[in-house]
């Protein structure tokens, strides 16, 4: 438990001591949770309430009680007995419900009122309560964005830009037993007038308007947070209904949007901008950030393959699959030679040969049998050989035997043991292809003073908006500090924006990448060199990977445009870049059994070395396109770079690994608070380069 605990706390980057450790195995035995959700939570109240700072005894005492707050809240919702089966009303059975509880009424008979509990839910999911039965609705944008709302005249206090939705499962309508969070103090009606009928007994038909049909229907329902009245003259109480007429926080699309007042302003409002979180190397020396030599520019040139094939106009994601076959084979091939030479042995051995006794080795890429689960396990290890040596073939992997190994989908490995049944091949030892050296050059920054570097990965504005803040905040710590280079890296217009996902924005997506490049140029100082890299997710471009450069039109004198992944050569300093997340898609594909506290983060960007690839999990995450035999020429990493940036959503960090310094600044947005930025100050004589390195918060 303790180890699977710690393993859940290093995917976010974070090594507790051991009597925190202790205290939360004592939290998960109390509480009989798992260690994945202890860790879900502790992230979520470190984020909100302590800014993202290391579990410690105290904060896990504080946080103990906000767990069990949480976890109580949970329970307190229990589904009544049922006495008969469930019903989901639509609008006909809702208006027979009334005529038949009047019919009641009007003979005396009492109608049975129905306990209704109110649950604290998500900001993406909420109850509705029948008859002792919990049924789940989604929040879903307003029509009105496509339509205009019929209703709104007769609701003054409705808000312009906002009305009450909800999506219905599988196209009902669920009428007023609705509970939301608190989140929007705007109350839609408050006159009977308004509602032009009987606030509580009845839903009023005219303020009740279905959109759409099949699986998914959208309902306005304007009744919710309505006052409790009499009724009108004439009109008896409905009292099936009556207990659905309390005061309830609104349901609008600005109680649960991220753009509610107050969060947008977080930003703004912060109060750590400019602390320094990650310190390379780690003492207390200050380091000056002021430009020395103002009028030296860096040489900045592409290493390795020209990006003219992927500027070009070409069909991506076109590949046969005799040529993706291809290219993996390929690749394997190559690492074997290499693995070959690490191993001193002349050639591979097929890996179904039948031997009992005596050990063999094979070379392959690892793959997950998809009848053992979709995600890769021990049960599920598969060893694709090559076509020369193995014919294509697979065979399961016992590893059993390993005391320590780490695994991942697409990975090339060699390994040593041996195949008793000619079905299943027992491992005894892994040999994974050698790390490459730094390549050792010139180094022509000597005597112009130290190189200073500024680094800064988007999304770079809110959630919840397009105003581009933290932009705005990064070019002005550019200008101040006048750094000799600065990389920029996408997305720049995200797809996973909010006002993307939705349409709302007042240009097109070109337009509107168009409109951040021209005040990102025109605000740079000229005398700052500027590279930018694109990402998939930038919703203009190309989805695909790898990602060619910007268009060159229209550029200033001082911005370059590369492609996603790229290698610069500085001045002879190696700069290795990719703005793709692969830290955490390898993260969540990896399997590892590894001595108490070892370095994961560290573990992970040594994959990409040693497997010589930018992108060397496949298949790739289902958020990832990639186009393999571009892929071949363009995201190959045949030698180790002085420096790597990989900005992640997993925890920020600068480390040594084989000899290059990798950072991960993570991203200049993180949720709705300014995120990180990285600076480095590098020196070099000869062919030897010493790196200075700060993780700075937006």
Known sequence: MEEHLL?????????????????????????????????????????????????????????????????????????????????????????????????????????????????????STWLTKHRGVFFKVKYSPPPFVCRPWPY???????????????YAFPSFLLFSTLYFQIGCREKILDKESEMGGDGGSRVPPLL?????????????????????????????????????????????????????????????TRNNAGEVVVKYPADDAVINWTRSNETWEPDIQLHGTAETKLTTKYNYMFSRLRDKFDVLEEQINDLGDLVKRKLGI????????????????????????????????????LLEGTRNTSSGQSVPLDVSQLREFSFFPGQVVAVEGSNPTGKKMV??????????????TDVSIEGRGPLNVMVACGPFTLPDDLEFAPLVEFIQQVNALLPHLVIIMGPFVDVKNKKVECGDLDYTYQEQFDIVMKELQSKITNSVQVCIIPSWRDVHYRTVYP????????????????????????????????????????????????????????????????????????????????????????????????????????????????????????????????????????????????????????
């Open 7 to 123: 393993n859940e706390f290093e995917e976010f980057g974070l090594t507790p001591n051991k009597r925190v450790l202790e205290k939360c195995i004592e939290l998960l035995k109390k509480y009989e949770i798992t260690p994945d959700t202890l860790v879900n939570h502790w992230i979520g109240y470190a984020a909100t309430k302590l800014n993202d700072e290391a579990p410690s005894l105290e904060n896990m005492i504080l946080f103990e009680k906000d767990l069990s707050k949480e976890l109580s809240a949970k329970t307190k919702v229990k589904s009544e007995p049922l006495s008969e089966s469930p019903v989901i009303h639509n609008i006909t059975t809702i208006t027979q419900i009334a005529e038949d509880d009047e019919l009641l009424v009007g003979y005396g008979t009492p109608v049975r009122k129905y306990k209704v509990e109110k649950k604290r839910l998500s900001k």
């Open 152 to 166: 709104r005249n007769l609701c003054t206090h409705l808000p312009a830009d906002t009305a009450a939705a909800v």
């Open 208 to 268: 009740l308007q279905e959109y759409g049909e099949g699986e998914r229907t959208l309902l306005l329902l304007s009744s919710v947070g309505a006052k409790r009245t009499s009724g009108l003259e004439g009109t008896p109480q409905n009292k099936r209904l009556a207990g659905l007429g309390q005061t309830y926080s609104v349901h609008t699309p600005s109680a649960f949007s991220p753009s509610t007042p107050g969060t947008s302003s977080k930003f703004s």
């Open 346 to 381: 002349d050639d591979f051995d097929p890996n179904s040969v039948l031997k009992s006794v005596e050990t063999f080795h094979t070379i392959g890429r690892i793959c997950c049998d998809a009848t053992s689960g979709s995600r890769l396990n021990t049960s599920s290890l």
């Open 427 to 440: 491992v005894t030892s892994v040999t994974t292809p050698p790390i490459n050296p730094v390549l050792k």
């Open 547 to 698: 990602t060619p450069p910007f268009p060159q039109e229209n550029k200033a004198p001082n911005v370059n445009f590369f492609s996603d992944p790229c290698v610069l050569n500085v001045n002879g300093i190696f700069i290795a870049l990719t703005s793709t997340d692969i830290l955490f898609h390898l993260s969540k594909e990896e399997i590892a059994v590894t001595p108490h506290g070892s370095d994961r983060l560290g573990r992970l960007v040594s994959h990409l070395f040693s497997q010589q690839s930018f992108y060397p999990l496949n298949p790739p995450s289902e958020e990832m396109s990639i186009d393999l035999e571009q892929a071949e020429d363009h995201c190959k990493l045949s030698f180790t770079p002085h420096l790597l940036f990989v900005p992640s959503d997993l925890r920020h960090f600068i480390k040594n690994v084989s000899g290059c310094v990798v950072v991960n600044m993570e991203r200049a947005v993180k949720g709705f608070c300014g995120g990180t930025y990285s600076r480095l100050q590098i020196t070099g004589e000869g062919s030897s380069v010493q790196i200075k390195a700060e993780i700075v918060r937006l």
